[in-house]
Each structure stands twice: as structure tokens, then as C-alpha cells.
């Protein structure tokens, strides 16, 4: 089959490599017939690349058709259309049973000290083969899909995966009141769509925040004000709309890669050419995240407020300003996406009637074989590029 393979440091590939098979009775084979570049796929086309390996299949956003099923994958069988959640759970461990699907139990990976498996996603979280491929084999398959209906296109389904619900639980976490304020910082995929998700369920005033025009012009739609960071000051901006207090909530969508942060920029960019032995030690002991965005939604919230982290981050070395948050008393409420807690939230909301427009959010629909360029597009923002379909 054809897969798209991390080859080193912003190098991509499209390679043909074997056909997945089934392994366990609990594994399932998917015909992928969408698959999508998320912005977390960047953090390893750039400051993750030492946790993967050459030939790694990329990506966690897939759907398609299920090919094949092991002996005990429940009801799910060949020919049902499925949504593959990125998080791999099993669906009957403690933490699937609280509602942590993210930190599964039995797809945890306790050799790195991480959560769930996740598909295409580097060492540290499992090194399962991706879905951006023809063919995905899906572990734990009786509970890691989401089942769709036949009608529709694949553009109404396949941000259950990832966009839709981290999004929604960036906005859940965000808890903002009634009649309160809620700042997006960063308007990519998760930013430009709890913008969506926040103005369709919640009573509040949406503000987002980004630079680059095509996001700024995608969220106008959905949000009460925005602020372009290249000529605006965002925190005079927020408190003369909230009496001078800041904001109820702030959802921080931008993560380990914020622009402003010049000194940890040139760390990540020097880790990122070490040898993979050293690069892994240097992440997992020293690393720093560009924490620019982070900063600002402490500097914007109100005291009292609530900080949601839906951004990436991977720093483990990361100066946050502890001084600062406990003196405004900030909660903060972060994690990868809990998948499958909130699909039944979302799928009603996937209908014709389309009211988060899922069905136009995608920028770009591509073949397969233009991933390479599309993620050096991608990780320049070039192009009007925010969220990247492909089909194989």
C-alpha cells in the first residue's frame, strides 16, 4: 500500500510499504478513504523528530471502510463505515470507564510514562503505524471506532477523530459562565473550531486571536471580536470589554510552537538536529516549549478564571509563571482529547443542516501522494492553508 513516512527532520515521504494484517483478535484492517494533516503532525515534522524513526507512518485523523476484523471486535464488522478515534482505548479499564479514554489502561504506554496509544504518533506514545495510508490496522478495534451512517460525505464524519472533540473539550474545560467572555488564542483546526463549537452552545462573547489573515478571516464568522496580534494589543483590547478584568476563560489552541518566543525556538530548533539518542534525552529532561501563547492567557484571564490547554505541549523544563498564577487564582484544565466521552455530544450536530460547517472547513482536499508538500505548506501557514484532507 502507499503510506505517507516520517524520513527525518521536515521530510516527509510517500512510500509503498507492506499492507497492515491482523494481529490480535481484537484488531480490525480499515480501506482509509479520508485522512487528514493535523497541526500536531508538525510538532513532529519539527521539535518531536527525535521520538520517531525512518519509515514511521504518519497520522490519527482516518476514516473509511472496514476490510477485515479479528475474532473479538464485537459487533463491528467488514463493510461498516467507521471514524478511527486518534487515542487508542479499549473501553472497559478504569480510566475508559471515568471517561479518560486518553489515558487508557491498557494501551498505556508506561515504558515512557505517557497516556493512551496514540495512531502515528512517535515513540513515546506507542509508534502505531498512522492512518495517513490506504489501509490502517485498528488495535482495540471492539472499542477505538466510531460507527457513521452511510449517507454524507466523509467531510461531515472525519473531524470525529480529533478536531471535533478536542475542540469540544476545549471548550468544556474553558467552563465559561453564562453571559462571560471567552478568548481563543490560536484560529488553525482546534482554535477556529471551539470558536464554532462555543457560539453554537454557548451564551457568551467569543474573541479570538490569531496573525494570519485567512484564520482571522475563517473565525469572523463565529466570533464576537477579533485581535490580530501583528497590530493590536490583545490585553488592552480584552480588558476594556470586560470592565478591565479579563477574560472568564481562555482556550490556549496554539501549543509547544507559539510565535514569540524567540530564545526556546532556538532550543527546540538545536535539539531537533541532535542525534535521536541525545534528542530524547534532551526532550525528555531538558526540553522547553515556546510558551508565548501560555503567557498571554495568563496576562488575559480574570483572576479567578479558568485557563483550557488544548494546544500540544511537550516541554518538560518549561519556566511557568507559578507566582502569577496563584495570585489570580487561574485553574487550569488540559489533556489530549478523551475521544469517544464526547462523540455523543457531537454527532447530532452532523446533519445537512451542518451548524459547525464541518462540511467547508477543510481548506484543502489533496491526493495522497501531495502530503509531502502539503505539510511544508502546512508548517509555513502558506497558501491559505489551515486544515488539509487527503485521500488516498
Known amino acids: 500500500m502507499r503510506a505517507v513516512t516520517w524520513q527525518g527532520k521536515r521530510k516527509v515521504s510517500v512510500d509503498t510499504v507492506p499492507d497492515p494484517a491482523i494481529k490480535e483478535p481484537t484488531d480490525a484492517i480499515i480501506k482509509v478513504t479520508s485522512t487528514n494533516i493535523c497541526g500536531s503532525d508538525l510538532h513532529l515534522y519539527e521539535v518531536l523528530g527525535a521520538f520517531m524513526n525512518p519509515g514511521d507512518i504518519l497520522g490519527h485523523e482516518a476514516m473509511g471502510v472496514v476490510e477485515e476484523v479479528g475474532a473479538e471486535v464485537g459487533d463491528l464488522k467488514p463493510g461498516d463505515r467507521v471514524v478511527i478515534p486518534f487515542n487508542i482505548s479499549c473501553g472497559h479499564c478504569f ?3 471515568h471517561g ?3 489515558q487508557c489502561e491498557t ?4 515504558d515512557q510514562g505517557t ?3 496514540l495512531f502515528g504518533y512517535s515513540t513515546l506514545y506507542g509508534e502505531v503505524a498512522g492512518g495517513q495510508a490506504e489501509y490502517l490496522r485498528v488495535p482495540q478495534a471492539q472499542y477505538t471506532h466510531i460507527k457513521v451512517p452511510d449517507d454524507g460525505p466523509d467531510d461531515r464524519y472525519v473531524y470525529l477523530s480529533d478536531v471535533l472533540p478536542t475542540a469540544w473539550q476545549a471548550v468544556e474545560y474553558a467552563d465559561v459562565p453564562d453571559g462571560g ?8 483546526p482546534i482554535g477556529s473550531m471551539a470558536c464554532r463549537i462555543a457560539a453554537h452552545r454557548k451564551h457568551c462573547k467569543v474573541i479570538g486571536v490569531d496573525l494570519v489573515d485567512e484564520r482571522l478571516a475563517r473565525a469572523q464568522s463565529y ?4 485581535i490580530d496580534l501583528r497590530t493590536e494589543d490583545a490585553e488592552e483590547i480584552v480588558k476594556s470589554h470586560t470592565d478591565g478584568r479579563g477574560a472568564d476563560s481562555v482556550i490556549d489552541a ?3 510552537e507559539a510565535h514569540g518566543s524567540p530564545v526556546a525556538e532556538t532550543l527546540q530548533t538545536a535539539s531537533g538536529f541532535l542525534p535521536s539518542p541525545v534528542g530524547r534525552v534532551v526532550m525528555k529532561n531538558a526540553g522547553v516549549d515556546r510558551l508565548a501563547a501560555f503567557n498571554a492567557a495568563i496576562a488575559l484571564v480574570r483572576r479567578g478564571g479558568t485557563i483550557s490547554l488544548s494546544g500540544v505541549y511537550g516541554g518538560t523544563a518549561d ?3 507559578m507566582m502569577t498564577l496563584f495570585d489570580k487564582q487561574i485553574r487550569l484544565h488540559m489533556g489530549q482529547a478523551n475521544v469517544k466521552r464526547w462523540v455523543p455530544d457531537i454527532m447530532p450536530l452532523l446533519t445537512a443542516e451542518d451548524p459547525l460547517g464541518v462540511e467547508t472547513f477543510a481548506t484543502h482536499r489533496l491526493p495522497l501522494d501531495a502530503a509531502p508538500h502539503a505539510y511544508e505548506t502546512f508548517q509555513k501557514k502558506a497558501d491559505g492553508m489551515v486544515k488539509v484532507i487527503l485521500q488516498p
Open 95 to 97: 480510566m475508559c470507564g
Open 100 to 102: 479518560l479514554q486518553s
Open 107 to 110: 494501551t498505556q504506554n508506561r
Open 115 to 117: 497516556g493512551a496509544a
Open 181 to 188: 467572555t471567552l478568548v481563543v488564542l490560536g484560529l488553525g
Open 223 to 226: 466570533c464576537n471580536l477579533l
Open 254 to 256: 496554539v501549543g509547544m
Open 319 to 321: 519556566p511557568v509563571n
